[in-house]
């Protein structure tokens, strides 16, 4: 029996599988195919499993091997072998219970911004992923279940990187689901407003970037999102807050929401984010840790965080503001660095 190349049941993940390619997907890459169908673009199963697979012949194409760069041809049969890799959460069985651990269950509470019957706004702290995957054991989505719960629906609304600490919206009902969904794309009216510390002096005149950003991929390799003229449209204004020498504290909207777009335009722009592990400067990162007695002289963590968010309630349609204070975490290093947030996005008991 053939399974239809967009619809493949968890359950079928753990024998072999035939799936027949259908016209949408002629033309395409296997190693892009097999990521999307099992999972592997969303963060649920490692990269390196899809390519190992396909090393080892274990895909096949109409009985033949398959390189990752084979393409695929409308009709083809595609054999799936068994995925064998189970991280500490299965992705292969996405009913099984998730186990949040108590001492984050107990901060919960403390990072909810605002709650009523048909949304959440939380405060997110940096490295807490949105939701499980590979090697991620559960993620802010099932830490609000549990918190709450499990009420009968509560959903992602948008998300940040694992790494950036700041507002996200949970909806609560499918209406209101919809209804945040289309604010957050690319022509809504949300409006999101981040804090980020740079390496460098922020040029003056630099206020706006609209560098086109592709993501890009190698084979096994996780994924970057690089400035290419072929790129899709991308468009970040920035204002400078405070700036030295040696940093640069920005406000920055967002006009698109690509994949790690501020990272990539402050990259681009010769001032990367600083603790930035992707796109930025070990280098300078290392060299402001040595130099800052109050940070212990470890190497900061990511430095970009959402701040604010403007969006009209799913229900009435009010408009909304949403403020969130900048990490404590950052505090040692604005002081190493001479800079000083505004009042707006202060810790309650930082003196400035």
Known sequence: MNHRADKVSATSKSAVRRVTVE??????????????????????????????????????????????????????????????????????????????????????AAMIVFEDAEMLVVNKPGGLAVHGGSNIPFGLIDLMRQHLGHPPLLELAHRIDRDTSGL?????????????????????????????LVHGHWPDRLRRSDAPLRKWQGEGEAHRVVVDAQGKAAVTHFSILAAN???????????TGRTHQI????????????????YGDRNLDKRLG????????????????????????????????????????WTPWLRTLHLHVPPEYRQPDTAD
């Open 23 to 108: 016209p949408q997907y002629a033309g395409q890459r296997i190693d892009n195919f097999l990521l999307r169908v099992l999972g592997a673009s969303h963060g649920e199963l490692p990269r390196s499993v899809i390519y190992r697979i396909l090393r080892t012949g274990e895909v096949r194409i109409n009985s033949q091997r398959a390189k990752p760069t084979t393409r695929l041809t409308a009709g083809d049969e595609i054999r799936i072998p068994p995925i064998r890799h189970i991280p500490g959460r299965d992705p292969l069985d996405p009913d099984a219970p998730v186990v949040v651990p108590d001492h984050w269950l107990n901060r919960a």
């Open 168 to 196: 996200v919206v949970l909806a609560k009902s499918l209406a209101a689901l919809g209804a945040i969904h289309e604010q957050f794309r690319p022509e809504g009216s949300a409006e999101k407003i981040y804090l980020t």
């Open 245 to 255: 020498a040696h940093a640069s504290l920005l406000e920055v909207q967002l006009e």
């Open 263 to 278: 990272r990539v335009h402050t990259a681009h722009a010769g001032h990367p984010v600083i603790g930035d592990n992707k």
């Open 290 to 329: 040595q130099s800052s007695t109050s940070a212990s002289g470890v190497r900061p963590n990511l430095m970009l965080h959402a701040a604010a968010l403007k969006i009209r309630h799913p229900t009435d349609g009010t408009p909304r503001t949403f403020q969130a204070p900048v990490p404590e975490s």
